[in-house]
């Protein structure tokens, strides 16, 4: 039997919105494993912070500022961690953003900031990055959805539109690509304490219902996502392409 490693060694991964929350988590997880990283995000001191941290792991890290809803940008920012680091091996899509409203409050600036974040920025940096990812013939991409890309809650119709999205975009991306030997998988987390969802997990009634809505009893932490974007990212995980791995504590089982 001749089993893989998941030694990153030697391999670079770009994490968008890896400034901090769980892109900050999961771009630490795969710097343990050995990778060296890439950090985006639109704030470039707190960009910057996070990557001397990874440093601070003993990998190489450089922060880039870029808003991936603007294809220049992302086309100026995929070149510029090319010209530093030479190739792109692991792409973690995760920069997302959320607004809570009623449907019916919903505006139409509203519905168009989510969408562009959350589904065309992630269609962006994957495009780019394919690009690179084509002409190396290998490649790992990880899209960041949620469980709201499986089920619906109130309050969250262009989130969870958008998250549906990434879920039916890695499919897409997946099949287009296997020929190339790239393999594109989603992450599917319930909730986890970041800065996107600290104040709306501060309301202990609302606390209540996820927990209740939880077989496994607790809150999702960065840590549980640290093995399965290192399973995404290595070899692993070579026969998996075009699946969503929901790391929910067992929400969506129910
Ligand atoms: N926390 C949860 O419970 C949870 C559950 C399921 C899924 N998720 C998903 O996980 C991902 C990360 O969430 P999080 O909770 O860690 O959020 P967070 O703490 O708010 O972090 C979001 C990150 O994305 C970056 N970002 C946002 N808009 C961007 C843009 N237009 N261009 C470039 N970077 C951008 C932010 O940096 P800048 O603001 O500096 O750009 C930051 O680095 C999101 O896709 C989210 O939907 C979160």
């Known amino acids: 039997m001749n089993f893989p490693s998941a030694d990153l060694s030697g391999k670079t991964a770009l994490v968008t919105g890896g400034s901090k929350g769980i892109g900050f988590g999961m771009a630490c997880a795969l710097a343990h494993a050995g990778a060296d990283i890439v950090i985006v995000s639109r704030n470039l001191a707190e960009g910057e912070k996070a990557a001397q941290e990874i440093r601070n792991m003993g990998r190489k890290a450089m922060a880039i500022s870029c808003d991936v ?18 190739k792109i091996d692991i792409l973690l899509n995760n920069a997302g953003m959320n607004i809570r409203k009623p449907v019916v409050e919903v505006t139409e600036e509203d519905w168009d900031k989510v969408l562009d974040t959350n589904l065309k920025g992630i269609f962006l940096v994957a495009q780019r ?27 969250l119709a262009s989130y969870a539109a958008s998250k549906g999205g990434i879920v039916q975009l890695t499919k897409v991306l997946a099949l287009e690509w296997a020929q190339y030997n790239i393999n594109v998988n989603c992450i599917a987390p319930a909730y986890i304490r970041t800065p996107m969802t600290e104040g709306w997990l501060s309301d202990q009634v609302r606390l209540q219902s996820i927990l209740s809505n939880t077989p496994l009893g607790r809150l999702g932490t960065v840590e549980d996502l640290a093995g399965p974007v290192v399973f995404l990212a290595s070899d692993w995980s070579n026969y998996i392409t075009g699946h969503t791995l929901l790391v929910d504590g067992g929400w969506t089982a129910r």
């Open 69 to 86: 809803t603007i294809p220049a940008a992302v086309n100026a920012m995929v070149e510029k961690a090319l010209a530093t680091f030479g």
């Open 129 to 155: 990055v394919g690009k690179e990812m084509i002409k190396q013939q290998s490649g790992k991409v990880i899209n960041v959805a949620s469980i709201l890309g499986v089920i619906g809650l109130p309050w």
